[in-house]
């Protein structure tokens, strides 16, 4: 029986929930999770950023604020709209965020070895599909 909403969300959210333990940030899942997308989208508006993650311009900016403090994000005047900035993660920011990645990264590969080749193989499909769903 194919599995439900219901259920997909449980599971990846229990996944979720799990990996996160694996943190040993004092950064939030927020500011994590904002990194990363910087580290995707390269320099970036805060405004671009937003729209990318889905979230409200004030959201952001009060996440990138923080990230500015820590020292983990750059911020720049814009090159063609002196009302802007640009924002960019900082060698520091990325030395964070790879380190965080490298240790969900490894417990997730235990893990992974713990199982056979076809649920290996169902779940690179399935990640491939749930991130359709998460940008859709």
Do not use: C, F
């Not at 590969?109 to 690179?124: A, G, I, N, P």
């Amino acid at each position: 029986m194919p599995a439900t909403a219901q259920e997909i969300a449980i599971a990846v959210a229990r996944l979720n929930r799990r990996l996160r333990q694996e943190r040993h940030s004092e950064l939030t899942p927020t500011q994590l999770s904002v990194l990363g997308a910087m580290t995707t989208a390269g320099p970036v508006t805060p405004g671009a950023l937003a729209a990318r993650e889905k979230v409200s311009p004030p959201s952001i900016t009060r996440t990138l604020g923080a990230l500015v403090e820590l020292g983990l994000v750059d911020k720049a005047p814009h090159p063609a709209d002196g009302r802007q900035v640009v924002v960019s993660v900082s060698e520091r920011g990325a030395s964070v965020l790879a380190e965080e990645r490298q240790r969900r990264d490894a417990w997730l590969y235990l893990r992974l070895q713990e199982l056979d080749d076809h649920d290996r193989e169902v779940l690179t499909e399935a990640a491939e599909i749930l991130t359709r769903l998460a940008e859709s």
